[in-house]
């Protein structure tokens, strides 16, 4: 079956740039349409459409990056206008294609699906040094003792401070997952640590142990600069997120720069980022839980979609559980990883999910 999945995607990649037609998709293939369309959304969690509008979207960043007329990109995508083109794209990234391609900001990637190989596409790639050093070449005022680089996690956290890949500035890790359970507005007060520990299920002296105290630095020195490490999932910008909020609620002066990449591959996006509207969609998103306004990183602002969908007791990773609930968890884990890249949950943030569909289950 996996073959069979992966021969869909390569003739839907064949084809994202001409008129697609789930029909010659199913003639191809020698089966009914809705029997292509199930076994592809039953193995990727995606129904054909998405798929496709995600992939041309993402691929047509591309084209507007390197300044083509977005005219010309909308008809290479086939999008029968230019605004069609900008309605999708806007409702994919939180910005138009004419304020994306002036500003050049960091997004989710879509890469193309790869089913049909036991391959791990979503392990980073560990040569950071290299990638390090051509930061250090473009700004190398981000390596001295005033700046703070805060790493997405622990064992992050524990290899650039090892090698002290940022030179002589310091590192904390945000030990977090703020993708998953509740949250306050005060960012780290009293109440804040109450809510998270017991959402985590832990004491307040181990939450303190485990998140608060490693953040020592960066709640008691000062720094000209704060440069934030994420990955482009849920997990990694929900992170993201509390911790400019927290910088905004705390005052904070200096410069502060995000340096994203995507989780199968080490190549950083260096953007700077100006304070001033994470908190407010900070309150609304994990607070509120209500949909962002306009003005966030498109990266964020995908990411906050997609957190907001999964907050329904009913979306694309519960289904997918409650199809696969015979699998043994290993496995089930294993396929969670590779068809939910852009989540970005752990084993944790999943066992406790299958757990509980199996709790509801059972009642």
């Given at each position: 079956?996996?073959?069979?999945?992966?021969?869909?995607?390569?003739?839907?990649?064949?084809?994202?740039?001409?008129?697609?037609?789930?029909?010659?998709?199913?003639?191809?293939?020698?089966?009914?349409?809705?029997?292509?369309?199930?076994?592809?959304?039953?193995?990727?969690?995606?129904?054909?459409?998405r798929y496709i509008l995600l992939r041309r979207l993402y691929l047509s960043t591309k084209d507007?990056?390197?300044?083509?007329?977005?005219?010309?990109?909308?008809?290479?995508?086939?999008?029968?206008?230019?605004?069609?083109?900008?309605?999708?794209?806007?409702?994919?990234?939180?910005?138009?294609?004419?304020?994306?391609?002036?500003?050049?900001?960091?997004?989710?990637?879509?890469?193309?699906?790869?089913?049909?190989?036991?391959?791990?596409?979503?392990?980073?790639?560990?040569?950071?040094?290299?990638?390090?050093?051509?930061?250090?070449?473009?700004?190398?005022?981000?390596?001295?003792?005033?700046?703070?680089?805060?790493?997405?996690?622990?064992?992050?956290?524990?290899?650039?401070?090892?090698?002290?890949?940022?030179?002589?500035?310091?590192?904390?890790?945000?030990?977090?997952?703020?993708?998953?359970?509740?949250?306050?507005?005060?960012?780290?007060?009293?109440?804040?640590?109450?809510?998270?520990?017991?959402?985590?299920?832990?004491?307040?002296?181990?939450?303190?142990?485990?998140?608060?105290?490693?953040?020592?630095?960066?709640?008691?020195?000062?720094?000209?600069?704060?440069?934030?490490?994420?990955?482009?999932?849920?997990?990694?910008?929900?992170?993201?997120?509390?911790?400019?909020?927290?910088?905004?609620?705390?005052?904070?002066?200096?410069?502060?720069?995000?340096?994203?990449?995507?989780?199968?591959?080490?190549?950083?996006?260096?953007?700077?980022?100006?304070?001033?509207?994470?908190?407010?969609?900070?309150?609304?998103?994990?607070?509120?839980?209500?949909?962002?306004?306009?003005?966030?990183?498109?990266?964020?602002?995908?990411a906050s979609v997609l957190y907001l969908e999964l907050q329904k007791e009913k979306n694309e990773?519960?289904?997918?559980?409650?199809?696969?609930?015979?699998?043994?968890?290993?496995?089930?884990?294993?396929?969670?990883?590779?068809?939910?890249?852009?989540?970005?949950?752990?084993?944790?943030?999943?066992?406790?999910?299958?757990?509980?569909?199996?709790?509801?289950?059972?009642?």
């Open positions: 079956m996996k073959a069979y999945i992966q021969q869909m995607i390569d003739w839907i990649e064949e084809h994202l740039q001409s008129g697609f037609s789930l029909e010659e998709l199913a003639d191809h293939m020698g089966y009914s349409p809705y029997y292509c369309s199930f076994k592809f959304h039953q193995a990727t969690g995606l129904s054909i459409r507007l990056a390197n300044q083509r007329k977005i005219m010309d990109v909308a008809l290479d995508y086939n999008y029968s206008s230019q605004d069609s083109y900008s309605r999708a794209f806007k409702t994919v990234f939180g910005v138009s294609p004419k304020e994306f391609q002036l500003r050049q900001m960091p997004i989710q990637s879509f890469a193309k699906l790869q089913i049909d190989t036991r391959e791990d596409h979503y392990k980073m790639n560990r040569n950071r040094e290299t990638e390090v050093a051509n930061l250090q070449s473009t700004k190398s005022e981000l390596f001295d003792r005033d700046v703070l680089n805060i790493l997405n996690g622990q064992l992050m956290y524990e290899e650039f401070k090892s090698k002290r890949l940022m030179g002589d500035s310091d590192y904390v890790p945000f030990n977090e997952a703020m993708c998953v359970h509740k949250t306050s507005s005060i960012i780290f007060d009293s109440e804040f640590i109450q809510t998270r520990a017991m959402g985590h299920g832990e004491t307040i002296e181990s939450y303190c142990s485990k998140v608060i105290h490693p953040l020592h630095d960066l709640f008691q020195k000062d720094y000209n600069y704060i440069v934030l490490w994420f990955g482009e999932d849920v997990f990694c910008q929900m992170n993201l997120l509390t911790l400019l909020a927290y910088l905004e609620q705390s005052d904070y002066k200096g410069k502060v720069f995000l340096n994203s990449f995507r989780e199968d591959e080490f190549k950083v996006n260096q953007t700077e980022l100006t304070l001033g509207s994470f908190d407010a969609a900070y309150q609304e998103i994990l607070v509120h839980h209500r949909k962002p306004g306009e003005g966030l990183l498109p990266v964020l602002y995908q990773v519960t289904q997918y559980i409650s199809q696969n609930m015979h699998v043994p968890e290993a496995e089930l884990l294993r396929r969670l990883f590779k068809v939910f890249p852009m989540i970005g949950y752990g084993d944790t943030q999943y066992i406790e999910l299958i757990n509980k569909m199996k709790n509801n289950k059972n009642t």
